[in-house]
């Protein structure tokens, strides 16, 4: 999805992205009710959108691909403040996508501090 995407240009990439929050709310609130589980390991919709908001601004290049993903997911599972608070005070679909935007752009913020230090 994320190499699809970064065809169509960033306005494109971004709106694309947001459209996909508003809709993974909705399909999150579905399946956490179908599961009977506040975000369900099956649930992956907030983690496909929480990685794009963290590879948004990044060069496309395995290396920016590979540290992103690990950025995003040391933030999806370690849930530093305020990640875990959203995690344990929002509720619903907007709830289990909200904590993995906020882990995306603290991934987006780590690797551009990381790209302006190598530059």
Known sequence: IYLAMTQLGLFWYLLLTAVMFLVGIYLCDR?????????????????????LITMSLMPVDWRWIVAGFIAFRLFDILKPWPI???????????????DDVAAGLAGLAVLMLVQYLLI
């Open 31 to 51: 399946a956490a009710a179908h599961f009977g589980e506040h975000d369900h390991a099956a649930i992956v919709w907030d983690e496909i959108v929480g990685f």
């Open 84 to 98: 875990s608070w959203m995690d344990r005070h929002v509720g619903g679909g907007f709830g289990i996508m909200l």
